[in-house]
DNA sequence: ATATTTAAGAAAATATTTTTCATATTCATA
DNA sequence: TATGAATATGAAAAATATTTTCTTAAATAT
């Protein structure tokens, strides 16, 4: 199933009645909604078109357009590597390996596949002007902020991750007017990550968010949303394949970045790498 | 070449000089294209709304929507190019965005294409049989070490992973036989590593290695040797991807470990999991 | 029981797309 | 070269589609 039916089937409990039924909808017709207008659409799951329209919203897409673009995109692409896996008990472990294998290039081709370019181009036109960039997220997120952070920094961005979430606030509560921070969460409701966002972005600074798909509280606050696209629900067994979605997406933050700053970044990116190598064979080994 | 893009190049020739002109952008911005409105469109290829809607018609499209459509759907599409793309200055984001999902794509595959069964299925067996599991690694093959020892010790299984290298090196000296040390490293050359797993190995734990394809003294030194494909190209920007192919394996690793012990395992997981939900809750919000 | 909040559709306001229509341009023919 | 027919094109009108506002109904809290 796609990551964005994945998504809307996750969140469907949380929404009002009109829009589980146009949920409802769209998950039994993805064609058919994707092909029809607002007023079709309305008809056809018993609702309105105001409903139609605040479904999309509440979905954190720009509105209708938006949602059959990238709907249809998901629903194009090809059936091969179609179909999310579950892993359950006593699998051989050639169709393990075949399902994480399926899973992983299916979540980077829907997050790629849903991928706002403009919100994109803002994410990387805050990150180079801010002085300073905070990064914000706690176990496996917490690990994808500090991938991101050992990015920066090895362009000598200023670029902070601390695993204590109290730090992470107090880290927060430092920055100033045109400095960067970054929410990282699957779930877009870690309590933490979110406190430490709004501690941000009371201090003025441009908030920034890399959740699920979906609304949720972390991505509601920020000023500028990334979504990443993964399958299974609650996190439990899901997180392998959200990871790697979501350093999919940092690595995309991360290139436009070095590519639009190519001469200062590279030699910087390069220099960082030689400096390791010398420090670490002066060691004598 | 997407076969409505071939399509509009190949008739181009008997268009109308405007339509020619909104031809041409197309084929030069078809993402842009496909986003924007008549207006915008339009306005960006030099022409009149009315063109536009008559182009599309005249490509035997509906109108406008359908065209976007079913466009959209086809540029969704994956690009099977084969081979790696590298990221250079002034990259369009488009291009970096596809090149990145590329690369991370092709990497995930190649890795699994050349992954040794056999491997995998000795290293899931010592990790299951090791009372204690060390894992070893420095910058970006730290952060695969880390998310390593979060999935472990989410299962209950005790896994220590320190940032700090001397620790790491401590740490290994108080293993045991049967305990397992996993080096991960992407060049299987790092000194600091390598010290740690030549110190487990000497006070008798099975020695597991993650590494690049090819001979290097890490996977040399190891018991177990896993590998993970990635762009060659040194490091620098290659790490993107090679780290998501260690975490590839490590993936498949964990996974292959819960499915043995599933009845165990399982319940450990979702346990760990409510329990975090609930210290949470109890925190009041 | 009453006030307050929330949900949802009708209708109004906007925005978008298509069609019509008037004009400009090209091309063939005298 | 002049003339008329055919075609191309954009402005504006008409038709559609989408979003927002406003009102009422329903749910929830006080």
Redesign the pocket.
């Known amino acids: 199933m796609s990551g964005i039916l994945q998504a809307i089937r996750e969140s469907q409990g949380q929404m ?4 589980q039924e146009l949920a409802q909808y769209v998950l039994e017709h993805p064609h058919e909604a994707v092909q029809s ?3 079709e659409l309305a008809d056809r799951s ?9 479904f ?2 509440n979905l954190m897409f ?4 938006d949602f059959r673009m990238k709907l249809g995109a998901e629903l194009a692409v090809t059936p091969t590597h179609s179909t999310y896996q579950d892993i359950v008990a006593g699998n051989s472990l050639h169709s393990i390996v075949q399902a994480i294998e399926m899973n992983h290039i299916r979540s980077i081709s829907d997050t790629t596949r849903q991928l706002d370019l403009q919100a994109v181009q803002q994410a990387v036109g805050a990150l180079r002007a801010a002085k300073r960039i905070d990064l914000y997220g706690v176990a496996t997120s917490g690990i994808v902020a500090l991938d991101f952070q050992q990015k920066l920094v090895r362009i000598g961005i200023m670029a902070h991750y601390w695993p204590d979430s109290h730090m992470q606030i107090t880290s927060a509560s430092s920055l100033e007017e045109g400095d960067v921070a970054v929410a990282i969460s699957y779930s877009g409701d870690t309590v933490e990550t979110y406190d430490a966002l709004l501690c941000a972005k009371e201090r003025g600074a441009v908030t920034l968010s890399l959740t699920k798909f979906g609304s949720n509280r972390i991505s509601q606050a920020a000023d500028i949303r990334l979504f990443a696209s993964s399958l299974e629900e609650g996190m439990r067994r899901g997180d392998m394949a959200s990871r790697i979605a979501q350093l999919h997406v940092v690595d995309i933050l991360f290139t436009a970045l070095v590519s639009e700053d190519f001469d200062d970044y590279v030699p910087q990116l390069e220099q960082s790498f030689q400096q390791v190598k010398k420090y670490r064979k002066e060691k004598g080994r």
């Open positions: 009002n009645r009109k829009e207008s607002i007023t018993g609702t309105s078109t105001a409903t139609v329209s605040r999309c919203r720009k509105g209708l357009s």
